[in-house]
Structures are given as C-alpha cells and as structure tokens.
C-alpha cells in the first residue's frame, strides 16, 4: 500500500508518533489509497517552527518575484491537471470533469495571486501638517494555519493558500483527513514551483489535530472553510487568543424561478447546483422556491430529468453524479430525507440509497427531490451537505424573497427570472454573499469576492482582491521631515 509523508521545512517526514490512517475510495470501499500520517502536537510544533522561521526572509522576498513563483505553480497546475483530477476523484468521488474544473480554480487562482503581487496597492493621503507624509500599505500577518474540507480538495485551499503565500506569509496547511492525497500533491506542486523550504508545510491528520493548529500560540491566523459547528468553535478560540481568523462556513442555497423565466433553462440550472458535487458544496442548491403558477409544471419538468441522472464511479466516463463522501455522511442524509417525510415532505424522487449492480460497492444515494417544503420544516432550515432538493411553494415574488432570506444561512442564492424589476430587487434584496441571475447558485469565479453573510460566515471574503484584506495587515507610517516637533490636533489649528 502507498504510504505517504507530510511536508515540513522542505522534508518529506512521517508522523513523530509513528502512527497513520487509511483513507478508503467512496466509490468503492474495497480500493484503500494509502497510508497516510496521523500528526500530532509534535509534528504542528515543527510545522509551525518551519514556517515561523521562514517568515523571517519570505516576507522581505520582494512581492513581484513572490509572484513569479506561483506563475511557475500555476503552470504545474495545468501540466497535472488530468493525472491531480484522477487522484482527487479516487479519493473524494466527484466526476473527473468536476475535478479537473476544481484545478483549473487553482490555475486561475495562481495566477491572479502572481498578478496581484504588482497590485498590493497601498494608499497616501494628505497631512494635517507641513512638511509631512502620511501613507499606509499592506503588510504580511505571520504564520497562516489553513484547514480546509474535502469537497474541493484543490480549489478551496488555493483561495487561501496561494494569495497568503504571495502576501509574503507562511502556511501551514490541514487538508480534510477525507482528501490528503490532494494535499500531498499541492505540496509536490509548490516545492517544484521553487516555494522555499518552511513556507509551506503539509500535515495530515484528523481533525483534532486541526485545533492544535489553531490553538498554537505561533500561528497568527486561521483561515477555515468546513462546517458551521466547527468554525463556529474555531472562531471561539480564536477569539479568545486574538488571532485573526475567517470563517467559511455553511450554507442552504435557494434557487427561486417565477412565471416569466425560461423553464428549460432554470431547469437545467437547478439540476446542476443541486446534484452537481452530489449536492455537496457549500453553494449547493439545497431549496428551490417555486411561483404557484408553475410549482406543479415545474416539479414534473425536474423529476423527468432529475430521474435520468446517471449514477457511478466517477472515474468512469459518463458518470454525471458520484458518491457522497462516506457512509457516515449517507446515514446522515437519509435521516434527513426521514425527517422530511415525517414532517409531511412529499417524496417525489430518490429517498433512498442506490445499490444497483457496482454501486453496491461504494457510499451512494439517490438524487432526492421533496416537495411541499413549509418554512418550519427540518429540511428547510438546515443543511445536508448532499443530493437532497427542498421544494417549496411562493404565494407571490414578496413571499419567494421571504422564503429564500427565511434561513439563518446566506451564502449563495439565484433567482431565475426575465422580468428586470425582479431581477434587481433579488439582486439588492437577497441576504447573501452571492446572487445569480438565471444562472444556479454554484459557478463562483476565482477572481471574484467570495463568502457569506449571516451564520455562513464572519464577514471576510476569499477570492478575488478582497482576499487580500484577510492576508494583511494595514501599516501606516508618517515622514515628517519639517525637521521640528508638530503636535496632531494642537499645532496646526
Ligand atoms: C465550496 O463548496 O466550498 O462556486 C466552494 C462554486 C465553486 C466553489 C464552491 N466554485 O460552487
């Protein structure tokens, strides 16, 4: 069996224990993929110890050649993008066409980050007094612990990572104890690239390692995407150990259509954010709110094709959705789809896991559409992490809005629609960090702000150029070179 390290300071290293896991394909629990270490405090303190060390030159390498590196990244990126694509799938389930969609997110990420390393603009303003400057610009944080989940085992850490790493910090980086291969070969990826030893480490583990990361007093920043329940107690401790530290979390995504829209198109749209990812995103399409005057047409539309989707390993050609991540997480789905029904959902497709031939083999479940959805219903509210479709009736557009803004979540959101006003009222009036128009609420684009408001997260956006607010520091300097003492708010008025 393939046994596999964690990077530290440039090293390929086991666990200071001895101890490892085996990570098992959702597609098929018979193919294990290896061995891989199980870190302790032993292995975070060196980590840390690396990357803190690192620190010291790295932030200093000036940012446009910091930049060049992850050019050279972004450029392994695509090389391995077939063969990383192929790994990711084995290990976590999704297509192959969705995984390699999920490392070009790193390419275009590596290099928008190499872009904006001539871009880390500061800002000057004017002086109360004569004969002085005043400027601010952006400096690194320190030491960067990034944990992450498994569902984009690429893309996500690379929002996080890359532009860290081109702010002049060092990472050190958890992949989810479900996806550490990919972990592996994004180290594999930035060594080549010619990152320097200690400024990005690996460690693989679960995920109690993850808060001996967090709670490790050199680590000067957390950034965390995974679920509520643990960003929630991540941003406790950071909390109480002044780091700084955000937050992507959770989501219950709605896609409202209305009578104007075009039917085949939203259809399309919904089938895609919902079971795409086997409903597994945290943009996932999990409520659909429908307009009374198409809600029955529109169910019957969506359950003829919905029913069509082709199940399977995702290493197979044709398959268009994969396995859920493991069984734990199917038990957890169809308790959900139980409750649902009990509550008085009507179950109009899937409900159910699929044992069909070779899926027998894996951990998968059958594309599930409930309709009938009220407001105080379990599965309105809380999130599934899976193929699961919530659908719910609008009375009017006023009621679509206060069914899509009626959850504590506001990640992302859609509203199919050819009537302008609608559009733009969705578009100002939705709580979320996302709003697509006539397109479905998965899709973000790597150099766009991404995050979400209300419990989805604490106010930071990856993505785009505000990750960069996350990855720095404001410093402000003052040059006075009038060659006296001016006093502020005293000598000038
Ligand atoms: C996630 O599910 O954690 O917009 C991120 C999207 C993808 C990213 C999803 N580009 O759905």
Known sequence: MQEFKNYINGQWVAAKSGQSFENISPANHEDIIGKFPLSGQEDVNDAVAAAKAAFKKWRLVPAPKRGDLLRIAGDIFKRRKKELGKIMTREMGKPTFETEGDVQEAIDTAYYSASETRRLFGKT????????FNLSFRVPVGVCGIITAWNFPVAVPSWKILPAIAAGNTVVYKPS??????????????????????????????GSMGNLIVEHPDVNLIGFTGSTNIGNQIGEICGRTNKKCSLEMGGKNPQVVMPSADLDSAIEGVLWGAFGTTGQRCTATSRLIIHKDIYSKFIDMLVAKAGKLKLGDGLKEGTQVGPVIHDTALKEIDNYVKIAVKEGGRLVLGGERAIEGDLAKGSFYKPTIIADITK???????????????????????????LAN??????????????????????RDIEAGITYI???????????????VKGTGNGHREGGWTVFDIFTEWK????????KLQRAQIDNY
Do not use: W
């Open 125 to 132: 303003a004017p002086s109360e007094m004569l004969n002085k």
């Open 177 to 206: 104890k479900d996806s550490p291969h990919s972990g592996v070969v994004f180290a594999e990826i930035l060594e080549e690239a010619g990152i320097p030893p200690g400024v990005f480490n690996v460690l693989l583990g679960k």
């Open 376 to 402: 105080d219903m379990t599965i309105f509210r809380e999130e599934i992490f899976g193929p699961v479709l919530a659908v719910s009736k609008a009375e009017s557009f006023d009621h679509a809005l206060e």
């Open 406 to 427: 009626g959850v504590q979540y506001g990640l992302s959101s859609s509203i199919y629609t050819n009537d302008i006003g609608e559009a733009c009222i969705a578009m």
């Open 438 to 452: 006539n397109s479905p609420t998965i899709g973000a684009e790597a150099h766009m702000p991404f995050g979400g």
């Open 476 to 483: 402000t300097v003052y040059i006075d070179f009038s060659g």
